[in-house]
């Protein structure tokens, strides 16, 4: 018997999501040196993770033949302190990831629909589908690679129940004005909420809009963070969400009871105690921006402007075989054919990034 055919419909139509190899994997394939492999394939930090979470981490390997706290009482508090909001407003995931997935549990399902831009976080789409709900895809403005806001906010309708945001936006790198994105969220109405995807907004930091207000409000707004980034844990899969407590509440009863683990727990507690890493690794990121960006325009390759850890580069005719030849050379990228002709890299280190440079170089003979 076809097992599919047990399957609910909706989920044949479920694509898998592809990662980015990991470095073994390339080195084993091309013969390489996997210390001499630059990963700038999924938005990594290339300093490491905070020292002082992993020596947390490291202490709580002693206890891991018991469960974790289930209700995360430490991280919760120490989250509500550092954001100055209210325990009962926040909840944590094993990844932001699972937190947008709790979300599709919770508020999609056939009836309804997620509205996204074109170009957006690849899990939006996943996590919709999975609801067996109605993903609604919104052109971006060309030839900015920016969410188009006002077609978002046209597409819509009183069958919305999700609308997914991220800023910056990845895989674009592009972002939006704080008073762009707030005026976006007060337009919307009440029968849908606002996903705010802040994986990026430490980068940004004065920039980035502040939902803290309108969260306090009891407005239909959730925003979402992450330890995997400028953190740099994102092996322990980490991150939380702000929201009114009555939304909290709808997505602890989809959360599996232990979902975050007892390390990643005390990992990211130490974590956020430790923003003089954050300091670091964001100062260290302008620098590798700024870098990259004078190579790219040195050789004539036009970039999408970003503040994020990461960018969105041009002028690859066939970004396909580009990905594989600078991976033969050592640096892994991700490529964005469904953007054209553009590589999406992460900035990596100085050296990381002089080496992915001069392979570029090599790569198009300039
Ligand atoms: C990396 C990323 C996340 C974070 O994912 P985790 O599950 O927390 O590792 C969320 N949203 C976007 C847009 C991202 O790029």
Same mark, same amino acid.
Do not use: W
């Given at each position: 018997? =076809?097992?599919?055919?047990?399957? $609910? ?6 694509? !898998?999501?592809?990662? %980015?190899? #990991? ?7 091309? %013969?390489?040196? #996997?210390? @001499? ?19 947390? /981490? ?10 974790? =706290? ?18 009962? $407003? ?72 999700? !609308? ?6 990845? #895989? ?12 976006? /969220?007060? @337009? ?18 004065? $920039? ?25 844990? *994102? %092996? ?8 009114? #407590? ?24 130490? /974590? ?9 690794? +964001? &100062? ?12 790219? &325009? ?15 580069? %041009? ?5 396909? =075989? ?11 990228? +991700? ?5 054209? =002709? ?19 170089? *090599?790569?198009?003979?300039?």
């Amino acid at each position: 018997m =076809d097992i599919n055919s047990l399957a $609910q419909p909706h989920i044949l139509k479920q694509p !898998v999501y592809v990662t %980015g190899k #990991p470095i073994a994997y390339t080195a084993r394939e091309f %013969g390489l040196d #996997p210390e @001499s492999i630059d990963k700038l394939a999924s938005n990594e930090n290339p300093f490491g993770p905070s020292p002082k979470g992993v020596a947390a /981490a490291q202490d709580y390997l002693k206890t891991v033949n018991l469960y974790p =706290d289930g209700g995360a009482y430490d991280l919760i508090g120490k989250i509500a302190e550092f954001r100055g909001m209210k325990r009962e $407003q926040i909840a944590v995931g094993n990844g932001s990831n699972e937190i947008l997935t709790m979300l599709g549990k919770v508020f999609l399902g056939p009836d309804c629909n997620a509205v996204m831009s074109q170009h957006s976080f690849a899990v939006y789409k996943l996590t919709t589908m999975a609801a067996n709900s109605t993903v609604v895809e919104v052109p971006m403005s060309a030839p900015a690679f920016k969410c188009d806001l006002k077609a978002m906010r046209a597409a819509v309708t009183d069958k919305t129940r999700l !609308v997914f945001l991220a800023n910056p936006n990845n #895989p674009t790198g592009s972002d939006l004005t704080a008073k762009e994105i707030l005026d976006f /969220a007060d @337009s919307l109405p009440e029968t849908c909420i606002l996903v705010m995807d802040e994986a990026y907004t430490e980068f940004i930091e004065d $920039q980035a809009p502040d939902f803290r207000s309108r969260i306090n409000e009891g407005k239909n707004i959730i925003c979402c963070r992450t330890f995997s980034k400028i953190y740099g844990l *994102a %092996g322990l899969r980490v991150g939380y969400c702000l929201a009114r #407590p009555e939304i909290i509440g709808l997505i602890n009863r989809v959360r599996d009871p232990f979902n975050v683990n007892s390390i990643a727990q005390a990992a990211a507690c130490a /974590a956020i105690d430790d923003q003089e890493y954050v300091n670091f690794v +964001r &100062e260290k990121n302008k620098e590798g921006l700024k870098q990259l960006m004078e190579g790219f &325009e040195k050789m004539g390759l036009p970039y999408v402007k970003s503040q994020a850890n990461f960018i969105s580069v %041009g002028g690859f005719k066939d970004p396909m =075989d580009a990905f594989q030849a600078l991976q033969r050379m050592g640096t892994i990228v +991700r490529p964005q054919p469904q953007m054209g =002709d553009i590589l999406r890299i992460t900035v990596g280190t100085k050296e990381q990034n002089e080496r992915l440079l001069k392979n570029i170089k *090599a790569y198009l003979g300039k």
